[in-house]
Nanobody, 126 residues
Framework: DVQLQASGGGLVQAGGSLRLSCAAS????????IGWFRQAPGKERKGVSC????????YDDASVKGRFAISRDKVKNIVYLQMNSLKPEDTAVYYC???????????????????WGKGTLVTVSS
């Protein structure tokens, strides 16, 4: 069975950094996309940064481009989200999810993702 477990959230001051981890297991192939999504209080869930686990191609939402970096460890089966220059508007519950690879590359279209882990809360204070 496919399992995803997100961790690494916490409280950080604006301008600080955090690294989230998503431990993946149960996949029969490495040709799948893993994405980080977030849901701020009172707002819809949105894609943040996504990666194809096999070839490492990435897609970043404009709101985090240049500040966040997604990566994967193919030995440990972990996908990371390094978050730098955090802003209060980054405060949200962060989820990792997995699904079939995008036709033209990784994407952050939530409905296409089949498997979801439990979220980890990131709170950025001003």
């Amino acid at each position: 069975d496919v399992q995803l477990q997100a961790s690494g959230g916490g409280l950080v001051q604006a301008g600080g950094s955090l690294r989230l981890s998503c431990a993946a297991s149960g996949f029969t192939s490495d040709n799948y996309d893993i994405g980080w999504f977030r849901q701020a209080p009172g707002k819809e869930r949105k894609g943040v940064s996504c990666i194809n686990f096999n070839d490492g191609n990435k897609y970043d939402d404009a709101s985090v481009k240049g500040r966040f970096a997604i990566s994967r460890d193919k030995v440990k089966n972990i996908v990371y989200l390094q978050m730098n220059s955090l802003k209060p508007e980054d405060t949200a519950v962060y989820y990792c999810a997995a699904g079939p690879p995008g036709t033209w590359g990784p994407h952050c279209y939530g409905p296409a993702y089949k498997y979801w882990g439990k979220g980890t809360l990131v709170t950025v204070s001003s």
